[in-house]
T-cell receptor, first 111, second 112 residues
């Protein structure tokens, strides 16, 4: 699976949009971009995934660049409950193998 | 709907004692199952994963072992715990048709 690079930490004011970047310059054509988040002392929670088109669900939006070498997770109106570590993972969907998490981005939502 | 059960939530064990953590999944069949460990202030480290009964892949050499005696049961074990085995242990499952993984609530293990 391709490697991802994320900033170690970010701050965002409550009520503003949080934009979390992820670089995956070695992504292959059949690899998807997945985002999870881990709130303190809990298990990671799936947020969203995409292949090449932008995706939106009730939690977030995922913007993937045209060359697919980077993506941005957008939390449109961040709340204090969005404080968590956000992980960007690149992998082939539905493949029977391991799921490797990087170090992620620690997002602090400021009141 | 599918659910994952992991217990106990917290555990304090002396050095040299054995360990058995159990994880069970309901509402699905033939899932991929995973054990992760998260040391204090560190990232998620994949320990073991399984694509079927009796099939275990180990990611890192260590003092732990895993077994899958039934389709939806995944057990993490140790014969003799070390201080370095302390951490937050998470079980996860992924279905064949699902692309995302679902995690249990975790077990916080402290070895003293």
């Amino acid at each position: 699976d391709a490697k991802t690079t994320q900033p170690p930490s970010m701050d965002c004011a409550e009520g503003r949009a949080a934009n979390l970047p992820c670089n995956h310059s070695t992504i292959s054509g059949n690899e998807y971009v997945y985002w999870y988040r881990q709130i303190h002392s809990q298990g990671p929670q799936y947020i969203i995934h995409g292949l090449k088109n932008n995706e939106t669900n009730e939690m977030a939006s995922l913007i993937i660049t045209e060359d697919r070498k980077s993506s941005t997770l957008i939390l449109p109106h961040a709340t204090l409950r969005d404080t968590a570590v956000y992980y960007c993972i690149v992998r082939v969907a539905n493949r029977d193998d391991k799921i490797i998490f990087g170090k992620g981005t620690r997002l602090h939502i400021l009141p | 709907s599918q659910t994952i059960h992991q217990w106990p939530a917290t555990l304090v064990q002396p050095v040299g004692s054995p360990l058995s953590l159990e994880c069970t999944v309901e509402g699905t069949s033939n899932p991929n199952l995973y054990w992760y460990r998260q040391a204090a202030g560190r990232g998620l480290q994949l320990l073991f994963y399984s694509v079927g009964i009796g099939q275990i892949s180990s990611e890192v050499p260590q003092n732990l072992s895993a077994s899958r005696p039934q389709d939806r049961q995944f057990i993490l074990s140790s014969k003799k715990l070390l201080l370095s085995d302390s951490g937050f242990y998470l079980c996860a499952w992924k279905g064949r048709l699902n692309t995302e993984a679902f995690f249990g609530q975790g077990t916080r293990l402290t070895v003293v």
